[in-house]
């Protein structure tokens, strides 16, 4: 299988997915995806647990 390198937009890390995924794969982890979520919901973040 492909990998291709992308930077990820929230923590500027360098991350690899796989070629197939590559559109779907934006953020390095689930954190940063969380965070780029809770920047468009941030009255809401806070309610979760
Ligand atoms: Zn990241």
Redesign the pocket.
């Known amino acids: 299988m492909n990998y291709i390198k992308k930077i990820?937009?929230?923590?500027?890390?360098e991350?690899l997915v796989l070629t197939n995924a590559e559109e779907k794969a934006v953020?390095?982890?689930l954190?940063?995806l969380s965070e780029s979520q809770g920047r468009l919901k941030i009255k809401t973040i806070h309610t979760i647990g």
């Not at 990820?8 to 890390?13: E, L």
């Open positions: 990820c937009p929230i923590c500027k890390n991350f953020y390095c982890t954190k940063c």
